[in-house]
């Protein structure tokens, strides 16, 4: 058996540089394809969110809550969460509570 483990890519994100993109809200570049995808850790502080409407194009959206509780406009969403926004759904993304998101875009 041979395994092969070129291209694997790992990283700890409370390692990895944060960039504030909002007040109260960190991002985290875990990875970055060729194609215009990437994974991402969101950090959103107690009673942060987006200021805009957050709408999803090219690609859809897929976001894990890592902990604490996730709040799209509409739903809280707990640590443990799954959810999968299609392409064109829009949400603004929040949270009393504060939470850490991971943040899968398949396409660019």
């Keep these: 058996m041979v395994i092969d483990l070129e291209g694997v890519v790992s990283a700890n994100w409370q390692n990895l540089p944060a960039k504030e993109i909002l007040p109260g809200?960190?991002?985290r570049i875990l990875w970055q394809g060729t194609n215009g995808a990437k994974a991402?850790?969101?950090e959103i502080d107690p009673g942060?969110?987006?200021t805009t409407l957050d709408t999803h194009s090219p690609g859809p959206e897929e976001v894990y809550v890592v902990?604490?509780?996730f709040n799209d406009g509409?739903?809280?969403?707990p640590a443990g969460t799954f959810i999968h926004n299609p392409v064109g759904s829009a949400h603004i993304?929040?949270?009393e509570q504060g939470c850490v998101i991971f943040v899968?875009?398949?396409e660019g």
């Design 25 to 27: 809200i960190r991002k």
């Design 40 to 42: 991402q850790i969101l």
């Design 48 to 50: 942060s969110k987006f």
């Design 67 to 69: 902990s604490g509780v």
């Design 74 to 77: 509409v739903h809280d969403y």
């Design 93 to 95: 993304p929040q949270s």
């Design 104 to 106: 899968f875009f398949p």
